[in-house]
């Protein structure tokens, strides 16, 4: 599948867009992720969506994972921190999917995420020729809807949504400072605090009512807390039927005999 992107405000740039499969042969880049905190929040959030049930296995949801095009006959690769798919097709058997190209293997990626760096930068690049830049690629090549970028060190969220003249265009948070995300039907937001030995700030989950998405931890420590109150509630019953008993028998009746 074949499509032409353009635009004359800006650049004038021409894209033909190729959607195809990445050839088995194809090798992929193997660089290492920038630091120890990348693979943390992004594994946090699958978490937190896993537990609560709502990954399907029609959906697409890595991290440090190939987005392919084929722009101007030449392909194009960029593996975001995180990306979310609501529907592609199944892998074939035996299969182990290695990298996604929209319309060839499913729908356009609802939402990609980067978590900002000490590097170039390159999650703000809009440059206009090969190999792209990050935000060029997502904007104007995969047109995916939603654009996270997350500062861990500050906690600076920042979203931006796909316009309809096809530019993103900066969010407001709510009141709560939380970013709705209409294709997940859950908030987006920043929590600080302490996961996997790392303390700082996290990119949490809400869903539509205000209830945070728990991870494992938080949820034993929750079930833990629900036991305890429930032990407590039992052993007040139990010393408030001793203490009626106990009266009872001061007044001269048997308690087993009622």
Not at 103 to 129: H, Q, R
Not at 176 to 181: A, C, G, L, S, T
Request: glycine fraction near 6%; charged fraction near 25%; aromatic fraction near 12%.
């Amino acid at each position: 599948m074949t499509q032409t992107l353009s635009k004359q405000a800006e650049t004038k740039t021409h894209y033909t867009v190729t959607w195809e499969k990445l050839p088995d042969d194809f090798k992929l880049p193997d660089d290492p992720v920038e630091n120890i905190d990348q693979p943390l929040l992004a594994a946090a959030l699958r978490e937190a969506l896993d537990l609560a049930g709502f990954i399907l296995a029609s959906m697409l949801i890595a991290s440090n994972f190939g987005l392919c095009a084929k722009v101007n006959d030449k392909t194009v690769v960029k593996a975001p921190d995180w990306v979310y798919v609501p529907s592609v097709l199944p892998a074939g058997p035996g299969e182990v999917r290695r990298s996604y190209t929209r319309n060839a293997e499913g729908e356009v990626p609802a939402v990609v995420m980067e978590f900002l760096s000490e590097t170039d930068g390159s999650e703000y690049s809009n440059k206009p020729t090969y190999p792209y830049g990050k935000w060029r690629f997502y904007e104007r090549i995969l047109q995916v809807p939603i654009y996270v970028i997350f500062e861990p060190k500050s906690g600076v969220l920042e979203v931006y949504r796909l316009s309809t003249s096809g530019e993103y265009e900066l969010q407001e948070p709510d009141a709560n400072q939380r970013f709705w995300i209409e294709s997940m039907g859950l908030f987006l937001g920043v929590w600080e605090g302490e996961k996997s030995q790392r303390t700082g700030y996290w990119l949490r989950w809400w869903d539509e009512n205000g209830n945070l998405l728990l991870w494992g931890a938080e949820r034993v420590a929750q079930e833990r807390q629900r036991a305890e109150e429930e032990r407590q509630h039992a052993e007040e019953e139990r010393q408030r039927a001793a203490r009626l008993m106990a009266y009872l028998r001061s007044q001269g009746i048997d308690p087993d005999g009622i």
